[in-house]
Structure formats: structure tokens, C-alpha cells
């Protein structure tokens, strides 16, 4: 018991000082830019260092794309509307693989949200992707194409519509799209779900939204307090985070 508080202890004394060691003002005003996606708090990445936003909206710049991970899946980002909080973004493995069938370094895990930190966009609609199904004869369902799987030699691949179990195949990968698809007979047409899948979904990030309007009509800046895991506000020439600015507020 003693040794947990001293370990307790140990991180309460460990952090201030690397968090006053930055200018978390100048720091988390900068713009992460990237491509032609830009952004500010709750986003972390590029210029914009940790307790500058959310923990688990970090952005990556590669070349001129943007990705974010999402539970462990890597998603290429299109477009970032910070009037409502909207994503538009695409699995990577669909990006960089063959229509329909996923990149090498796939590791064909469905889509989940993380809910504390998204909402599904207000139009969508999920499908499903089977892949190493053995022939048996039977067609499982209209969306049919081949793709090669490690560990199996059944290139049988299916798509359809919703969430589906994926029985005798392999593998599942659940994914939503934007209502671009509109009726089963779509998935003959190989391509389009292809199409589809890159065109990518939109997803609403909920967190910092409220929390930091105070602290910007303050003339502060929003940041993300990692100790007690909320928003927080950086005014200029304070070293550390605030609600928000008082000496500028009230006004
Ligand atoms: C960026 O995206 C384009 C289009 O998907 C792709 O051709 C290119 O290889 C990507 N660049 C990097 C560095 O991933
Ligand atoms: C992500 O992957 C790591 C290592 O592969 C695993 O430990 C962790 O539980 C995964 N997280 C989620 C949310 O699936
Ligand atoms: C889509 O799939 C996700 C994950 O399986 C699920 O949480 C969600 O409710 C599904 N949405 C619809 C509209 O079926
Ligand atoms: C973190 O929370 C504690 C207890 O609620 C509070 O005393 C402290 O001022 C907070 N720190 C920041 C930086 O907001």
C-alpha cells in the first residue's frame, strides 16, 4: 500500500515540470497542417504536442495524406469540418489495397468507434466483407471477387450489405460507408464497393467542444489536461492551465 502511494507520489512530482517546461500557449496555438486538412484543439499532431488536445485524436502527416488510428485501425483522413465537428476518413488498408480486397499489412479488424470520443455520422449505412471462403459450389451472396488471404488458400471473397457472420469464410471486416450503395443488386458491380470504401464515412468527434468556447471568447487557447483528463485553457503568459481566462474574461 505504501509503495503505490510512493509510486503515486513519484508521478504527481515527475510531471509538473515538463508541463510547465513548454509554452503551452504559443505551443497549442499552432495549426496542425498537412495536405489540405488543417486543424486546431481537440487535435493533436504534427506542431501540436501532447496537452495540446485530446489524447486520442492524434493526427499523422505523411506526405501530403493525413491518417488517424482509430481501436487499431488506421484510417486515411479526407476531409476535417471543425464547424460540426465531422471526419471524413477511410480505412488505409482499403486506400492502399486492390478494390475491395485490403493491403498486405491489413490485419482485417471491423470497424469500431471508440463512443467516448466519436459518434457515427448522421448518414451511413455498414457493410460487410467476407474474405477465405472456400468454394463449395454455393454462391453466398451477390458481391462476389477473389482476393488472396495469408493462411488460407480459398481466394473466395464476398460483400454485402449490414453486419454479417462470417461462417464458413475466414475473415469479417465490417465497415461503414456513405449511402452510395443503395440496393443489393450494386454489389454485382465489384468496383463500386471498392469506390465506396474509399470514399470513407463520417464520423463526429463529441469531445472539447463546449468546455473550450469560455476559454476562446477569453482570448485563451484550448488545451488538454492530462492529469485530471479535461479540457483546459492556456492563457498568454500563464504557465499553467486554467477554466479560463480571468483576468480577460467578464468582459
Ligand atoms: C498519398 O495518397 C495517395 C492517394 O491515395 C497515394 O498515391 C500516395 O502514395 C500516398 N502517399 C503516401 C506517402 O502515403
Ligand atoms: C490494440 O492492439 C494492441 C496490440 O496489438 C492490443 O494490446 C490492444 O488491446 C488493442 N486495442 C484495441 C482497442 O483493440
Ligand atoms: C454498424 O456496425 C457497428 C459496429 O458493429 C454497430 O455498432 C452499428 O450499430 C451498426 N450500424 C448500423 C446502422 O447497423
Ligand atoms: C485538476 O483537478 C483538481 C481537483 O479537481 C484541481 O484542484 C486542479 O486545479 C485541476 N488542475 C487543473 C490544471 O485544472
Known amino acids: 500500500m505504501s509503495s503505490q502511494l510512493l509510486i503515486l507520489m513519484m508521478i504527481l512530482i515527475e510531471i509538473p515540470p515538463s508541463l510547465t517546461a513548454l509554452d503551452y500557449y504559443a505551443a497549442c496555438s499552432s495549426q496542425f497542417r498537412c495536405g489540405t486538412i488543417t486543424a486546431d484543439f481537440p487535435f493533436l499532431g504534427g506542431n501540436r504536442p501532447e496537452g495540446c488536445g485530446h489524447p486520442k485524436l492524434v493526427l499523422k502527416c505523411s506526405g501530403n495524406n493525413v491518417t488517424i488510428e482509430i481501436m ?128 470513407g464515412f463520417d464520423v463526429k468527434w463529441k469531445v472539447g467542444i463546449e468546455e473550450c468556447d469560455e476559454c476562446k471568447s477569453a482570448d485563451g487557447v484550448c488545451g488538454y489536461d492530462l492529469l485530471n483528463q479535461t479540457t483546459t485553457c492556456y492563457c498568454q503568459g500563464q504557465s499553467s492551465g486554467s477554466k479560463s481566462c480571468p483576468h480577460l474574461s467578464g468582459t
Do not use: H
Not at 91 to 105: A, H, V
Open 72 to 199: 487499431n485501425v488506421t484510417y486515411r483522413v479526407l476531409s476535417l469540418n471543425s464547424g460540426d465537428q465531422t471526419l471524413r476518413i477511410a480505412r488505409e488498408d482499403y486506400m492502399n489495397g486492390d478494390g475491395t480486397c485490403p493491403s498486405e499489412e491489413s490485419n482485417f479488424e471491423s470497424t469500431t468507434l471508440d463512443l467516448e470520443v466519436f459518434d457515427y455520422g448522421p448518414d451511413y449505412r455498414n457493410i460487410s466483407l467476407l474474405y477465405g471462403c472456400p468454394f463449395t459450389g454455393v454462391v453466398l451472396y451477390p458481391g462476389r471477387f477473389t482476393c488472396a488471404v495469408d493462411g488460407t488458400l480459398n481466394r473466395d471473397a464476398y460483400a454485402t450489405w449490414d453486419v454479417v457472420e462470417k461462417g464458413i469464410c475466414l475473415a469479417r471486416v465490417t465497415v461503414p460507408i456513405i449511402p452510395i450503395l443503395t440496393g443489393l443488386l450494386d454489389f454485382l458491380i465489384i468496383s463500386k464497393v471498392g469506390d465506396a470504401l474509399r470514399r
